[in-house]
């Protein structure tokens, strides 16, 4: 297994980020997010979403995982929204490196950040995706009781709010 290297998102990682993005909510929630919805989520769309996530000047770090030289995951993260705790708002590990140790790296790249800008944090994961909450409960996580319904075209699905103590 080759080591997972970690560095800030640059600009120019848009693209990888995009595609990565795209083609991991292809595979994470096929059964999950309704396909019209899934297919609104191209690679071409995610990577013009992640050229503006980068210039939009949003207090948000972004740690890019390669293996071997090749872009795998990437995490997201900041002060929370709506909340005094930090969040952890995004980590995807592309579906062929799942299990590669990438996400695991991530995730404790992640939590030294959050913990820099607090002592707790939150994540929102959906109910319906057993894959992800199991990753977040090894890594310490636990359901807070919070949920929120959020729209997925014509379904609405449920989202449990995952947290954890960083000090």
Not at 52 to 66: C, E, F, H, Q, W
Not at 131 to 140: D, I
Not at 149 to 157: A, C, H, S
Request: with cysteine; hydrophobic share 45%.
């Amino acid at each position: 297994m080759s080591a997972v290297s970690l560095r800030h998102i640059t600009l120019s990682d848009a693209d990888d980020c995009g595609r990565i993005h795209a083609q991991t909510w292809q595979t994470a929630y096929k059964d999950i997010v309704p396909d019209a919805v899934l297919a609104q989520h191209t690679i071409a769309w995610r990577q013009a979403r992640w050229r503006s996530y980068l210039t939009d000047g949003k207090p948000i770090d972004r740690l890019l995982a390669t293996v071997a030289g090749e872009t795998v995951g990437f995490v997201c993260w900041g002060p929370g929204r709506g909340d005094p705790r930090a969040e952890l708002m995004a980590l995807y590990v592309h579906p062929d490196h799942w299990g590669s140790g990438a996400g695991r790296a991530l995730m404790i790249a992640a939590e030294a950040g959050l913990r820099q800008r607090a002592g707790a944090a939150f994540l929102w994961v959906l109910a319906a995706n057993p894959r992800a909450r199991r990753f977040y409960a090894q890594a310490g996580w636990a359901p807070d009781g919070g949920e929120k319904w959020e729209d997925f075209g014509q379904e609405r699905l449920l989202e449990l709010r995952y947290a954890r103590a960083l000090r």
